[in-house]
């Protein structure tokens, strides 16, 4: 089965400083890849997402991830951060008839 | 276009009480439903998806039920609650498993006492 590792748990930033927050998959299989955004006590957005194709996403509020097969990375960027892109980030992984798998979670904390 | 609702939006009940949550999808038709629960400084736990009415497939063993009893309606149950309980609890919908995205709810946030 898939699985997701963000590898930071806390990333603290000054805002319009670049960001970038990290993450790694395992499969054994073609995957589908996923950036959610979660806002204190919300849901989660979408960002943007992988299914195929070019290998950079551009998503929402100028995010944009870049999918590395050979690394199994799917990395997100933001060249220049706002003081509300303070919040949760998720990295997701799922494959063909299989369940959305989730990482831990990433909070992004933008300081004047 | 497609809408999640979730509700209540904040419950506190107290151990051995019941629960159930609602949640509601406008707007598609015969959509694949997930429960998550989100416990604090974690990530989401899948609990239950559910490919078509009556049709619940569980993830993990508890004491949490889930019921479909309409296409667009995906209902999160206990009969007794344990402080292990409290979260955040979301609801999900996809087209298909797998290939597509995800879009969730507001989410219910349930303390235990």
């Known amino acids: 089965a898939q699985s997701v590792t963000q590898l930071d748990s806390q990333v603290p930033v000054f805002e319009e400083a670049p960001v970038e927050l990290r993450c790694n998959y395992s499969?054994?299989?073609?995957?589908?890849l996923f950036w959610y955004v979660q806002y204190p006590n919300q849901g989660l957005q979408l960002l943007l997402k992988?299914?195929?194709?070019?290998?950079l996403v551009k998503g929402i509020n100028g995010f944009e991830a870049e999918f590395n097969k050979s690394q199994t990375s799917f990395h997100l960027r933001k060249p220049s951060v706002h003081i509300s892109d303070t919040a949760e980030y998720f990295c997701?992984?799922?494959?063909?008839?299989?369940?959305?798998?989730f990482g831990a979670g990433t909070r992004l904390t933008v300081k004047p | 276009s497609q809408t999640i609702h979730q509700w209540p939006a904040t419950l506190v009940q107290p151990v051995g009480s019941p629960l159930s949550l609602e949640c509601t999808v406008e707007?598609?038709?015969?959509?694949?439903l997930y429960w998550y629960r989100q416990a604090a400084g974690r990530g989401l736990q899948l609990l239950f998806y559910?490919?078509?009415?009556?049709?619940i497939s569980s993830e993990v063993p508890q004491n949490l039920s889930a019921s479909r009893p309409q296409d667009r309606q995906f209902i999160l149950s206990s009969k007794k609650l344990l402080l292990s309980d409290s979260g955040f609890y979301l609801c999900?919908?996809?087209?298909?498993?797998?290939?597509?995205?995800?879009?969730f709810g507001p989410g219910t946030r349930l303390t235990v006492t």
């Open positions: 992988y299914l195929s194709g070019s290998t």
């Open positions: 997701a992984v799922s494959q063909w008839n299989n369940d959305m798998r």
């Open positions: 999900a919908w996809s087209v298909l498993r797998g290939r597509y995205e995800q879009y």
């Open positions: 707007g598609t038709s015969n959509p694949n």
């Open positions: 499969s054994s299989v073609s995957v589908y």
């Open positions: 559910s490919v078509g009415i009556g049709q």
